[in-house]
């Protein structure tokens, strides 16, 4: 398996589901997450990310989310403030 490193923006977080996807300006798709993969409390859309993404025997995964930025700094749109 191969991993890489990239930063990125939560799009949607399903906090019942403890799923998501994150957006990012290198790969062409949104990336699926799930919350084992947060290590934390819940992410927030619109927060900064990095994340390693990887391909596995059941396709593209994400893994090792860090938090870039502070959901308190979101406004209600989830923009920064």
């Known amino acids: ?4 490193q990239f930063e990125g923006v939560v799009d949607f977080f399903n906090d019942t ?3 998501g996807w994150i ?3 290198v790969l062409d798709e949104d990336v699926f997450f799930h ?3 947060i290590g934390g409390p819940d992410l927030a859309e619109g927060q900064q990310v990095s994340f390693e993404y990887e391909e ?3 396709g593209p995964r994400v893994t090792n989310i860090e938090r870039l930025s502070n959901p308190d700094d ?3 749109e989830g923009d920064e403030r």
């Open 1 to 4: 398996m191969s991993q890489f």
């Open 17 to 19: 589901g403890g799923y």
């Open 23 to 25: 957006s990012n300006e």
């Open 35 to 37: 919350m084992q993969d």
């Open 56 to 58: 596995s025997e059941k």
């Open 74 to 76: 979101l406004d209600a």
